[in-house]
């Protein structure tokens, strides 16, 4: 499993904290950056992370702002991207189970530290269930592809 893992300044820390997490369970990442905690544009950050996970380079994807929204929007714009916005263990599970997402996005002022390891831990490992969810996976790539659904 290879990961890509982003953040913006307003997250810098809780990436940095994910990237310690992942070395210690021994789980490959790039890190397509911010790289310090000046003031960038979490948009360029997303794509390039959600770029690696659409073009099959990476499994998943892990994007981290202030509250996870901003980078989970760039992310969605990303063609086969399904990122979501998770901060409890129960969206992490179930974004996969129901939805496919293949990218995580979370909030450095919404979740803490170990929080977002936990939701990592829970993501990468929770696989999708099929079935009647891929039916509504298949309407979501139709509604990506312009179709009237």
């Known amino acids: 499993?290879?990961?890509?893992?982003?953040?913006?300044?307003?997250?810098?820390?809780?990436?940095?904290?994910?990237?310690?997490?992942?070395?210690?369970k021994g789980i490959e990442y790039e890190d397509f950056g911010c790289y310090a905690k000046e003031s960038v544009d979490y948009p360029r950050f997303a794509y390039r992370?959600?770029?690696a996970v659409a073009n099959g380079t990476h499994d998943f994807g892990i994007i981290c702002?202030?509250?996870g929204l901003g980078v989970s929007m760039a992310a969605n714009k990303v063609k086969g991207i399904r990122a979501a916005v998770c901060t409890n263990e129960m969206l992490a599970e179930m974004t996969r189970?129901?939805?496919n997402a293949n990218v995580i996005c979370m909030g450095q002022n919404v979740v803490s530290q170990e929080l977002a390891n936990?939701?990592?831990d829970i993501f990468v490992s929770t696989e999708f269930e099929?079935?009647?969810?891929q039916r509504r996976v298949d309407l979501?790539?139709?509604?990506?592809?312009?179709?009237?659904?």
Not at 130 to 133: A, L, V
Not at 140 to 149: F, H, R, V, Y
């Open 49 to 51: 992370a959600a770029k």
């Open 140 to 149: 979501l790539t139709a509604i990506e592809n312009g179709e009237d659904i």
């Open 130 to 133: 099929g079935g009647r969810h």
């Open 118 to 120: 936990k939701l990592v």
């Open 1 to 24: 499993m290879k990961l890509a893992l982003a953040a913006d300044h307003g997250a810098f820390e809780l990436k940095e904290s994910i990237k310690k997490h992942l070395d210690e």
């Open 97 to 99: 189970r129901h939805n």
């Open 65 to 67: 702002c202030t509250t």
